[in-house]
């Protein structure tokens, strides 16, 4: 098969973006058969009315949007099984997809494969973690008509804000992966709207990507300490984002990228209300990056096909291969309140698999901004996760996360609580310089499945976690916070927000007044 390569160009806001390709003689596109297929397959057994009803009400994705979604197959002349096993990858992704399968034939037909996900959802969410409660309602649709799109609209009420959401995301039918988004967002404490037109690289063969965006937010934000009040301040974050990328090497092991772009930020900070003077206060400082940058990015493609890892009863796409990325920018706006003259970023993330039960999924990341007098900062995060199956029905898990920092913004603090890794305590109960949290779980699969609908599990935990450097936040308590408990976990993988629903009774093991004996938590994870 001979391949010539051609170029055009793609102008969006006067910023050029290769978009791709490779023609080839007699292109594969035509050798492709895609059929969608409903939530439920009719033919197994235990279907009932419910079933055959979710089917009747459900819009059935559309041929032309997967079509659309693969469109990146078609740069390459040769369609290796590898490519297939990727094109299965992107498409798991997709929140609407449930299963896809791709295969070729001995005529080189390429038949790909899909089932649907429910993606229309009426929402009323409501929980209690940390001691706080929240609640939202709302409608979202995950696949819209069956064209990719997602919309959601929602009312909110949580302990930092109440009011109305509206999120689109939508392909652009262009057939090549080009997607657009519109946020906007009214609250009682302000207003924000964001939008972004972007090509990723949705494959590690694709050419060439490029990303928009621009987002403006007037909002205040509510910090804790204690299990109570700190302090809240009003801010107005204007951000804008542009760049190009384009892969610079491939072969069948790992590809290298690099990305030209421009990034910025402004930050300011209104009025402060501080619950309790007698606490010592850092203040978050006003900062402006406008910053033009260069990016780095090496993958090593070792992708395999797990199950009860992150989910219940689900397939799921791991790297054992390194992936590293590399960032750095000059700021080059006015620096007013001595903002760094430079901004790197590092990181690194691999997968391990031991053995056939055994996995460690481990990544390092390094932020630092440099060159300035007095506002320099580094922040460095370091996080394991380590997964051994004992049997059929149950598995060990262990994690680790390690945060330090030198110099971090106030409005970014380092914290330990309900969700920074220890369950049972207030949210950002402890805040600091630096912090370690570790999980210790005995994860129990029944292997029930709720009218096919919800697959069930259990666990039993102990976490336990420190904030340190704590003194300049004094007075708080600087013991190690722990506890243990036990929880149910509920997951649908047909639904199309793929979120476990964890139903957890925590004991926490420090005594403070603002530490309930027992917690009881409601909360949505995007693993078990």
């Known amino acids: 098969?001979?391949?010539?390569?051609?170029?055009?160009?793609?102008?969006?806001?006067?910023?050029?973006?290769?978009?791709?390709?490779?023609?080839?003689?007699?292109?594969?596109?035509?050798?492709?058969?895609i059929k969608t297929n409903d939530i439920f397959d009719l033919d197994d057994p235990g279907t009932f009315w419910l079933h055959k009803l979710a089917n009747t009400l459900h819009v059935i994705t559309k041929p032309d949007t997967i079509s659309n979604e693969i469109a990146f197959m078609n740069e390459k002349c040769v369609v290796s099984e590898r490519d297939l096993q990727e094109v299965e990858r992107h498409l798991r992704k997709l929140k609407y997809i449930?299963?896809?399968?791709?295969?070729?034939?001995?005529?080189?037909?390429?038949?790909?494969?899909?089932?649907?996900k429910w993606s229309l959802m009426p929402t009323i969410n409501?929980?209690?973690?940390?001691?706080?409660?929240?609640?939202?309602?709302?409608?979202?649709?995950?696949?819209?008509?069956?064209?990719?799109?997602?919309?959601?609209?929602?009312?909110?009420?949580?302990?930092?804000?109440s009011g109305y959401n509206l999120n689109i995301q939508f392909p652009l039918f262009t057939n090549n992966n080009i997607?657009?988004?519109?946020?906007?967002?009214?609250?009682?404490?302000?207003?924000?709207?964001?939008?972004s037109i972007a090509r990723p690289f949705v494959s590690l063969n694709t050419n060439n990507a490029f990303f928009l965006s621009a987002y403006s937010g007037d909002l205040r934000q509510q910090y804790f300490l204690n299990g109570k009040n700190y302090f809240s301040v009003?801010?107005?974050?204007?951000?804008?984002?542009?760049?190009?990328?384009?892969?610079?090497?491939?072969?069948?092991?790992?590809?290298?990228?690099?990305?030209?772009?421009?990034?910025?930020?402004?930050?300011?900070?209104?009025?402060?209300?501080?619950?309790?003077?007698?606490?010592?206060?850092?203040?978050?400082?006003?900062?402006?990056?406008?910053?033009p940058f260069f990016e780095l990015e090496y993958i090593e493609d070792d992708f395999r096909e797990l199950s009860n890892v992150h989910v219940i009863n689900q397939i799921e796409d791991f790297n054992m291969?390194?992936?590293?990325?590399?960032?750095?920018?000059?700021?080059?706006?006015?620096?007013?309140?001595?903002?760094s003259l430079y901004v790197a970023r590092f990181s690194a993330g691999k997968g391990t698999q031991f053995t056939p039960t055994t996995?460690?999924?481990?990544?390092?990341?390094?932020?630092?901004?440099?060159?300035?007098?007095?506002?320099?900062?580094?922040?460095?995060?370091?996080?394991?996760?380590?997964?051994?199956?004992?049997?059929?029905?149950?598995?060990?898990?262990?994690s680790q996360h390690f945060t330090y920092s030198n110099g971090q913004f106030a409005d970014l603090p380092v914290v330990i609580g309900e969700e920074n890794g220890v369950r049972g305590y207030a949210l950002e109960f402890q805040r600091g310089s630096s912090s370690a949290a570790f999980t210790g779980e005995l994860r129990y699969y029944p292997n029930i499945s709720i009218y096919n609908l919800f697959e069930l599990g259990a666990a039993a935990f102990i976490d336990t976690?420190?904030?340190?450097?704590?003194?300049?936040?004094?007075?708080?308590?600087?013991?190690?916070?722990?506890?243990?408990?036990?929880?149910?976990?509920?997951?649908?993988?047909?639904?199309?927000d793929t979120k476990v629903i964890h139903f957890d009774m925590s004991f926490p093991m420090l005594s403070h007044e603002n530490v309930n004996n027992v917690e009881f938590l409601i909360t949505t994870k995007s693993s078990f």
């Open 359 to 398: 996995l460690l999924l481990s990544d390092v990341s390094l932020l630092t901004n440099f060159g300035s007098t007095s506002r320099s900062r580094a922040v460095l995060n370091v996080n394991n996760e380590i997964f051994h199956r004992l049997s059929e029905q149950f598995g060990l898990y262990g």
């Open 98 to 116: 449930n299963t896809a399968s791709v295969v070729r034939d001995d005529k080189g037909l390429i038949s790909v494969t899909t089932s649907d």
């Open 234 to 291: 009003a801010y107005s974050d204007k951000q804008a984002n542009a760049w190009w990328g384009k892969r610079y090497s491939r072969d069948e092991t790992s590809v290298i990228r690099y990305i030209l772009g421009v990034d910025y930020e402004k930050k300011t900070f209104g009025d402060i209300e501080v619950s309790d003077t007698a606490l010592k206060l850092p203040l978050p400082e006003d900062r402006e990056y406008f910053t």
């Open 126 to 161: 409501f929980g209690r973690k940390g001691g706080q409660n929240k609640f939202s309602s709302g409608l979202k649709d995950r696949n819209l008509l069956g064209y990719g799109i997602d919309t959601e609209m929602e009312y909110f009420k949580d302990v930092q804000r």
């Open 1 to 33: 098969m001979v391949c010539t390569r051609t170029l055009s160009l793609f102008l969006i806001f006067s910023i050029p973006s290769l978009a791709h390709a490779e023609t080839c003689a007699g292109n594969e596109e035509s050798h492709v058969a």
């Open 179 to 195: 997607q657009g988004s519109v946020t906007l967002s009214d609250t009682d404490d302000g207003s924000a709207q964001g939008i």
């Open 465 to 496: 976690g420190k904030a340190f450097g704590t003194s300049e936040f004094a007075p708080q308590t600087d013991q190690w916070l722990s506890s243990a408990g036990i929880g149910a976990r509920l997951y649908s993988r047909h639904a199309s």
């Open 321 to 339: 291969g390194w992936h590293f990325q590399t960032w750095f920018g000059v700021n080059i706006a006015e620096r007013k309140n001595n903002e």
